[in-house]
């Protein structure tokens, strides 16, 4: 079963979806640009067998506040707060795309409170070719501006987030959607390479790996998250079976 909460974090709402058994490791799930936390609907009940699994709704997106304040970095305290607020100490930690970002950047800042990090399809800091995105129509379950505002910091991101990289202890996947998706494949290749404990694998999916191929997600990450007694699930790479706002143009 699912619940639905919300938490207050420095005057910010914050909300969440949480299932599984609540004495079980905690496992929190940050979404790409422009969901929340429902996109992780198809995956998180798999997790939640063995996790206490958090799905947040990071600021300016779902049933969260809309602060008209937005940074990566901001995210990333947000994140802080929310462990704080509910008194979860080391955690495992999931982003998507966006959410990946705010992921690393936790990883660089706090390393102390990461177990095991995932990385799903997110691009490697460095600089790219700007272009302005159009706002879709009609209503929107998130704040356009905040769009705008991490668009030009992914466009032109902070030279110490790549270099900061390093600093990064935990355990890390990340995980690549092959020549499918937007996102430079040898960027990716390079984010994992640049952590000491970093490794990659890619599943050819697309960008949206966890929903495109579920099954095969779940799979690779478990075995990451719970490494069986045979070693963890791949070597410095691995090959695996054959509308993000994120992405340019």
Known sequence: MVDHHSVDVGG????????????????????????DAAD??????VFAHSW?????DLRGHGRSDWPGDYSLQLMRDDVLGFLDALALDRVDLMGHSMGGIVAY??????????????????PVPRPREKAVPTRPDGNLTFDWEMVLALRRQVDTPDPAWLERLSEITAETL????????????NGIIELARR?????????????????????????VVMRFLRPSDDGPVAGPSLQVGDGDPLRNG
């Open 52 to 56: 206490r699994v958090y799905a947040l």
């Open 40 to 45: 992780w609907d198809v995956v998180a009940p």
């Open 195 to 219: 952590v000491p404990r970093g490794r990659v694998v890619t599943i050819p999916a697309g960008h949206l790996i966890h929903n495109a191929e579920p099954t095969v997600f779940v799979e």
């Open 105 to 122: 950047l936790f990883a660089e800042e706090y390393p102390q409170r990461v177990d095991r990090l995932v990385l799903e399809d997110v």
């Open 174 to 185: 990340v995980v690549a959607g092959g020549p499918g998706s937007h996102v430079p494949q």
């Open 12 to 35: 910010v709402r914050l909300a969440y979806q949480v299932s599984g058994p609540p004495k079980a490791p905690p496992l929190i799930l940050l979404h790409a640009l422009g969901e």
